[in-house]
């Protein structure tokens, strides 16, 4: 660390403490059984993808996609402590508006392959996200059967992911037409909710702790005016709810999932500090929390204000590590790790060296103020399209960007 980003760290702590395809070198890990599969892979997915008469594809059957494995005896900071860096499946299994598994497709990219994410993971990303919509896919209640097709899908996309070794994390994205969280709906949602979380429990209750559930994705009323502001306290109310329905409700179908590391998190998953501080931490073991940090703003997204950031210098890193710290005091120096399922920062007219320069920044704080692994959020976006936040070019398996892939892999420790 250079010695502004030194006196930077110093000074933000002090005020906090007064007021408060690549296919090379790989990950560190043992990647022989990735590199075999790759060779084979093309041919696994033609057999798992019979066409049907109406134009779909068959899944594997249920029994070839079983896995199993340990969850270790260790604490939920120790598992999180052995990750380093991470990728999410942007706009793909969570995709929506098409019906039953061509919703993948939907949004613009290819469906997911078992190359591109040996791909990914031997690039040395060693946390795969892959977001999951069930809301679209899910029968009438009170059963909320998840389609057969749907779930098997889901399964082989995690298989790919878990077989390389990877910390596969998946959870319930884009549900927010009927997970709305206030006092007038907060019923039929929490019913849905734990219907859901049950069969996806019940459906990988016997894979080790690399694989992680997280319960909710950015949680909150859609269009409202604090939709990104914190919520209500109404809302904050109904999201602790949700986070406990779904933390019983897997750990009662037992199994590996007793000891699971489960994500809770806050409204709209934010890193706000007066959110973080009124959203309850439920009393379990094996728990951790999910947020979501694009900061700062200005830089990550295309403002389109006259207060927006095109280049990155030193001159901000005060508010990357107010963001770290704020973590590190309400969870982790309580024992709870956090995981940020989602950053990054658009490319805007190609300025790449400047996102590598802020990445390598942001992952150099979560670092040094507690070992928080960042996901980097991938839409598979990178020169047009909503949001460029793409790195990875799923149609070739290669990197849109080495300049910021490489700050992320070289960042992270």
């Known amino acids: 660390m250079d010695k502004i980003k030194l006196i930077t760290l110093i000074t933000v702590l002090a005020m906090a403490s007064s007021g408060l395809v690549s296919c090379g070198q790989g990950n560190g890990k043992d990647t022989s059984k990735a590199e075999k599969d790759t060779a084979s892979s093309a041919a696994e997915n033609t057999a798992d993808s019979e066409a049907l008469p109406d134009g779909g594809e068959t899944s594997p059957a249920a029994g070839d996609l079983a896995r199993s494995g340990e969850v270790r005896d260790i604490s939920a900071m120790e598992l999180v402590g052995e990750m380093k860096t991470g990728w999410n499946l942007g706009n793909s299994l969570d995709a929506t508006g098409a019906p039953g598994n061509a919703s993948e497709v939907n949004w613009g990219n290819p469906k997911t392959t078992k190359e591109m994410i040996d791909s990914v993971y031997n690039k040395g ?15 009438d209640g009170p059963d909320y059967k998840i389609d057969d097709e749907w779930i098997a899908r889901v399964q082989e996309v995690v298989n790919y992911a878990y077989d390389d070794g990877a910390y596969v994390i998946i959870n319930s994205h884009h549900e927010e037409d009927w997970r709305i969280p206030d006092n007038e709906h907060i019923d039929a949602v929490d019913e849905k909710t734990a219907a859901i979380w049950k ?10 702790d690399h694989l992680i559930f997280e319960g909710l994705n950015e949680p909150r009323v ?11 306290e109404e809302g904050r109310r109904c999201v602790d709810r949700l986070n406990k329905t779904f933390l019983d409700t897997v750990r009662a179908t037992g199994g590996n999932n007793e000891k699971r590391l489960l994500l809770m998190t806050t409204y709209a998953s934010s890193s706000m500090s007066n959110v973080i501080k009124d959203t309850a931490i439920p009393e379990d073991d094996h728990i951790g929390f ?19 950031l095109f280049h990155w210098d030193d001159s901000h890193d005060g508010e990357l590590v107010s963001l770290m710290t704020n973590l590190k005091e309400n969870y982790l120096d309580k024992g709870i ?10 490319n805007k007219d190609n300025n790449d060296e ?21 996901v980097w959020w991938d839409n598979g976006y990178y020169s047009s399209g909503n949001e460029l936040f793409g790195i990875f070019d799923r149609n070739t398996c290669t990197w ?10 070289e960042n992270a420790k």
């Open 199 to 208: 069969q996806v429990a019940e459906r990988f209750k016997d894979y080790g």
């Open 337 to 346: 790790p956090v995981i940020i399922t989602e950053y990054g920062a658009v």
């Open 125 to 139: 990303f060693d946390v795969i996200r892959i977001p999951v919509t069930w809301g679209g896919h899910v029968g």
């Open 222 to 232: 859609k269009g409202s005016p604090q939709e990104w502001n914190g919520g209500t």
């Open 400 to 409: 849109f960007t080495d300049t910021v892939t490489d700050a992320i892999i």
């Open 290 to 308: 999910s947020i979501h940090a694009y900061t700062p703003y200005a830089f990550t997204y295309n403002a389109n204000a006259d207060w927006e």
């Open 354 to 374: 400047d996102r590598a320069k802020w990445v390598s920044s942001y992952i150099e704080y979560a670092e040094l103020l507690g070992g928080i692994p960042c």
